[in-house]
């Protein structure tokens, strides 16, 4: 009883929290809120949801290619909601199964950005001198260029390195590195800068005083103070993975063709749209549009809700 007491009381402090409130009062943000959840259980659940699994070859009838939108085939009689590409796969399952891949690489890409900035604005922050220069020098060079280019450069290196046999199988997990190492300058820049105003701080200089750990202060005193702007920067840099992804998937140097993803998909339409094969780019774009807009909006809420000089 106690603890079903303490639960309800907790989540009475977070409903009734001021970033909660303006959510609660914000329209563009519960409608992008929405969107997000249903996109990514769709793709969560995409397995149990998807009217068929169309990486798996059993399930394909080439005989189905190019059917347009709710209309019968002419071969085979078999109708789909929105249609088939030119293999014969539902597009309504290839969207399914490609958001799932799309969102995977995007957060793990903002994930791996996250540990690599943060730890970076950690470390040039606390220590500043000849290591904060050493490290600021590096994002300055990396901001010099544009982030796509990077992913490409860095992309192309680990293939090189990668063993032929290997190189399917790595292709995700390089491209995650890839969008990572290419956007963890705006994570460092931010978290170095919080961390030089929170480390004149009283509380900082009385850890430092009772001989804790430099490790230990920046953990547990300093870390948690900069995570606001932190969270702000991952929620908008999720969208941007997400389209960085795209992008590459789109130039071909993605995700493998066995598992491609929405930038794979648009690819795969674009090639057919001037021979009136629309529907295989429209809708691909269109949940690239929506997951990408949707997650941008709610960065933006979480932006306003999150600076004190708007409250």
Do not use: C
């Amino acid at each position: 009883m106690a603890m079903t007491t303490d639960t309800q009381s907790r989540f009475a402090r977070v409903w009734d929290s001021d970033v909660m409130w303006s959510f609660r009062h914000s329209p563009v943000a519960i409608v992008a809120g929405l969107v997000v959840l249903l996109i990514a259980l769709a793709a969560i659940f995409a397995p149990w949801i998807a009217p068929t699994n169309p990486y798996d070859p059993s399930q394909l009838n080439l005989m189905d290619g190019f059917t347009p939108p709710m209309e019968p085939n002419a071969f085979t009689g078999n109708s789909y909601i929105l249609g088939t590409d030119n293999q014969g796969r539902d597009v309504l399952s290839t969207i399914l199964y490609g958001t799932r891949i799309s969102l995977f690489v995007g957060i793990s890409a903002v994930l791996f950005a996250m540990l690599l900035g943060i730890t970076a604005g950690l470390i040039a922050g606390y220590r500043g001198g000849w290591v904060d220069g050493l490290l600021m020098r590096i994002a300055d060079v990396q901001l010099s260029f544009p982030s796509i280019l990077i992913a490409l450069l860095i992309f192309g290196v680990a293939r090189g390195l990668i063993p032929p046999a290997y190189r399917e199988t790595m292709a995700i997990w390089v491209l995650i590195v890839a969008i990572g190492l290419s956007d963890w300058v705006q994570f460092a820049r931010v978290v170095r800068g919080a961390t030089m105003v929170e480390k004149s701080k009283e509380y900082v200089q009385a850890a430092r005083v009772v001989g804790a750990h430099p490790a230990k202060i920046l953990i547990k005193h300093i870390l948690p103070n900069v995570m606001g702007p932190v969270l702000v920067i991952a929620t908008i840099g999720l969208a941007l993975a997400i389209i960085a992804e795209a992008t590459l998937s789109f130039l071909g140097v993605g995700v493998p063709p066995t598992q491609p993803s929405l930038g794979t998909l648009i690819r795969i339409g674009q090639q057919y749209l001037f021979s009136g094969e629309w529907w295989i780019l429209l809708f691909p774009s269109i949940a690239l549009l929506a997951l990408a807009l949707s997650v941008n909006l709610l960065g933006d809420w979480l932006r306003d809700a999150l600076n004190p000089r708007l409250r």
